[in-house]
């Protein structure tokens, strides 16, 4: 908590224990808002009947609804509640549509309307459109994230599609569980970003299913190296880039000064890999704070076109090439 911004930053708190994080942390830490996220985005299919997770007992007389379960959230000391939407499969335009009809019947200010979908809902443009459409009739915020094994956005097909949808909504949107993205998504209209410290809260597994095995020796951490707008893993800094070259050191607030191939796999070097990106997260934010939307996706574009640079520099110093990311390829482009 101490790593994160006091007045720009903020919490999304996520797995089993969220609700009892927040609600221990909030009353240490008032200036930063926390938000507890359901199980429901992680563990629930919706249906066209039932797209909430609303957790009913039979032998309750009146079952808890929706309202009631944001109004936990609440007391609980989130600064919104989420609504504890399921996980809504590709094409299920129906489930998509009961889940915006349900949750504008809501008559509340302090909601964010949760939309975890697979990431199918990208690779055809025909379902791209419904979910822009159902952002647009939104009356609550739109906390968007996308689920799958691997990276949702992994294709150049999808990374496109995303750009679209955020730039083409006129509804208020939230990049969730996302990762350099989130800064993209931003630039282009987003209302905010939510980019995860650790691999597997920059995205969602689909329900029942978990990501892919690793090998154990990749425990090391992902670091992000700002200037490249790149989350790499230790492991390859350290025996592709400057296996024969001197690393690079960073004087972020977390590593001040120090080598940035120097983590491996154990707890303490994987939570300092974390509290360096958030670090490096919460100081590239800072910077287009109360900027125009014009002036910030100007200072986006800038910082793409020098995360470009950065490539035949390291180039020249390890003396081997490096492929440029599609992510920075496409963030590149204009939105197409």
Known sequence: MDSVSRYTGGIFAAGAHAMSRVQRLQPQYPTVPMIAEPDAVRNYWATEDAPFQLNRDENELIPPNLDWHLSMQRMAGSALAMTPTGQIKAGDARTLKNALHEANAIDR????????????????????????????????????????????????????AYRRLITETTGTVLAYRVDMFGFDAVAHGAIASAI?????????????????????????????????????RTKQIRRVWFAEAEPFVCFCTVCDGQPIDRLFGTDEDRNTGHLHNLAEIGRMHDATTGLAPSARLAAWVDQVKGALDTYPQLETHIHRPLPIPDDLEVWAEPVR
């Open 109 to 160: 200010d302090d909601v964010l309307f949760t939309l975890p979908l697979s990431a199918g809902w990208l690779s055809n443009p025909d379902y791209a459109r419904q979910v822009v459409k159902v952002i647009d009739r939104s009356r609550h915020p739109v906390a968007l994230t996308f689920t799958d094994k691997k990276n949702p956005l992994e294709s150049r097909k999808r990374m496109r």
């Open 196 to 232: 995860g410290a650790y691999p597997s809260v920059r995205r969602l597994n689909p329900v029942g299913t978990r990501g892919s095995a690793i090998d154990p020796e990749d425990m090391a951490p992902h670091m992000l190296v700002g200037d490249m707008l790149r989350f790499v």
